[in-house]
């Protein structure tokens, strides 16, 4: 029996989701985003925009993930307003991890995120990129009959979701240019002019109010071991309790005032008297 290429399309995203774990990790109830895994979190969700569904995507046969869309609409399915949580990793053909650094860093739950916000076309970003992130929404609001404008404002945050850099998370909001009396012709490239900078922070006001987050694991900005053994600073990424008997501490604590902060995170049934203590180096 000859498989058609639409279904032999959706069987090989389907198998790159599983591979990559973004297969019944995360689910959407009463507007609030649940993922168990990479990360754990939960994502409230203002209710003024409507949950509209999950659409999956792949970045180059390397990685896959999804999207999970929620909306405001004005006159008819005109969009006004869009919050988009994105999960994706690499998959395990792929040696890639996320390397960015966190230089503009905006704290969310527990974790830090790297954030910006931008003007930019987004018909263009999905014609120019097929398949990828952009043109899987806009295939996925068209089919639903919603309409998006092409130039949008976008307020980002992104962060790696595991200590091995393999799987991210990412939220976007976006607000409509117009709404705002403008075209991104009024802003040539390269400019930064203050009724620019004034619509980039009214939509990241905006966009602070559309959502907020809650972290099921701990991120410590406590002094860790460097690849030199010197003590820097930065998030940890800790393992899950039913872990930690069974993996080397990450976090080496050389003076007693830190040893106490870091015990502080611990369970009652732990404590730095305890040989076994997962977040104390003996």
Not at 217 to 223: F, T
């Amino acid at each position: 029996m000859k498989m058609s290429a639409s279904l032999l399309a959706l069987l090989v995203l389907y198998v790159s989701l599983l591979v990559s774990g973004q297969i019944r990790q995360a689910r959407v109830e009463h507007n609030s985003f649940f993922s168990s895994d990479n990360p754990r979190i939960t994502v409230e969700v203002d209710r003024k925009l409507k949950y509209v569904g999950s659409v999956p995507f792949t970045i180059d046969h390397e990685a896959a993930g999804y999207r999970y869309i929620f909306v405001q609409t004005n006159h008819g399915r005109h969009i006004a307003q869009m919050f988009i949580i994105q999960q994706e990793g690499f998959l395990a053909t792929s040696n890639d991890t996320y390397k960015y650094p966190i230089t503009r860093p905006v704290r969310l739950g527990n974790f830090e995120y790297q954030h910006s916000v931008f003007l930019y076309d987004n018909s263009a970003a999905a014609r120019e990129q097929p398949g990828k992130e952009a043109w899987a929404t806009q295939q996925f609001l068209a089919d639903r009959g919603y309409s998006l404008d092409s130039e949008l404002i976008m307020s980002r945050f992104a962060r790696p979701a595991d200590s091995q850099h393999k799987h991210e998370i990412i939220f976007f909001y976006f607000e409509n240019l117009a709404s705002y009396g403008h075209k991104l012709t009024d802003f040539p490239e390269g400019t930064d002019s203050p009724e620019k900078q004034n619509i980039k922070a009214r939509v990241d006001e905006n966009c602070r109010g559309a959502f907020h987050v809650t972290d099921k694991n701990r991120s410590l900005s406590l002094a860790r071991p460097g690849l030199n053994g010197a003590l820097t600073s930065g998030p940890v990424f800790m393992p899950p309790a039913a872990h930690w008997a069974r993996q080397a501490c990450p976090i080496s604590a050389r003076r007693e005032e830190t040893r106490k902060t870091l015990c502080r995170f611990c369970p009652p049934e732990w404590s730095c008297e305890d040989k076994c203590c997962p977040r104390v180096s003996r």
